[in-house]
């Protein structure tokens, strides 16, 4: 099963452009990251600049409309992630309890939907429009 474990770090939703993680949280993050490579469960993994760096796009009216960052209406704002492949949701929580956050920091543990999630008509319609590309 795949899990994606998003970093969610309070105040990140203000942060600066440009803003970094301190050389030794860097340093702890990446022995953490190693630990999960060795264990054979990583996919992927990221860290994303703060929102003020980025941009939102959304379809009211199904028109789309860019809003550049930061978002003041924001609460919370996903500061990296981490997508692997484990047994269980347990065991995708047991890494993420690993994980040598800090104070300010959360992560949240989603599971990733799978083809065989979805229900037998969404999955018909889903094979036949593959088969027509």
């Known amino acids: 099963m795949r ?7 309070k105040g990140y939703e203000t942060a600066k452009p440009g803003v970094m993680p301190s050389p030794e949280a860097v340093a ?16 992927a993994l990221d860290g994303l600049h703060p929102p003020s760096m980025g941009a939102r796009v959304t379809f009211s009216g199904g028109k789309p409309k860019v809003i550049d960052g930061p ?17 269980s949701k347990e065991e ?8 040598p956050g800090g104070d ?12 065989a999630d ?8 889903i094979s036949a429009d593959l088969g027509k590309k």
């Open 118 to 125: 979805f229900p037998e008509d969404v999955q018909k319609e």
């Open 28 to 43: 702890a993050m990446m022995k953490y990251n190693e630990s999960l490579q060795k264990a054979g469960v990583l996919l």
């Open 71 to 87: 978002f003041p209406e924001a609460k919370e704002v996903i500061g990296g992630y981490w997508m692997i492949d484990v047994k």
């Open 92 to 99: 995708a929580i047991e890494w993420a309890r690993r994980c």
């Open 3 to 9: 899990f994606m474990m998003l970093m969610i770090p």
């Open 104 to 115: 300010n920091e959360m992560i949240e543990v989603r599971q990733v939907q799978e083809f």
